[in-house]
């Protein structure tokens, strides 16, 4: 199983930049997949997830109305919308493949223990 995350770089506040997770080595549809963040000095945090199958998807309140997780389980492809970004949502993003019920986990503290794997981080820099 491996996890690719790509599309991160410098925004100005206010705009958009959309990341990419691809996956290989396994069925789509196997794993949630949650997007994941790490800021300056800050822990890892859940950013939002999607459900295995059938799209359900959860964010963040701070990022609530702001991201979009898609998914195309034809592609293996899962992405991150952000628009409106903001200075403090500057951080190195991850993907990862969630097992078992890490859906439900993904924004708590508890996400670790769902971790099947992670993509690399790409970085995302929101400043002017």
């Known amino acids: 199983v491996q996890l690719q995350a790509s599309g991160g770089g410098l925004v100005q506040p206010g705009g958009s930049l959309r990341l990419s997770c691809r996956a290989s080595g396994f069925t789509p549809g196997v794993y949630a997949i949650g997007w994941f963040r790490q800021g300056p000095g800050k822990e890892r945090e859940g950013v939002g997830c999607i459900s295995r199958s059938d799209g359900i998807t959860s964010y963040a309140d701070s990022v609530k109305g702001r991201f979009t997780i898609f998914r195309d389980n034809a592609k293996n492809v899962v992405d991150l919308q952000m628009n409106s970004l903001k200075p403090e949502d500057t951080a190195d993003y991850y993907c990862?493949?969630?097992?078992?019920?890490?859906?439900?986990?993904?924004?708590?503290?508890?996400?670790?223990?769902?971790?099947?794997?992670w993509g690399q981080g790409t970085l995302v820099t929101v400043s002017s």
């Open positions: 990862a493949a969630l097992k078992g019920d890490g859906y439900y986990y993904c924004l708590g503290k508890r996400f670790h223990e769902y971790v099947e794997v």
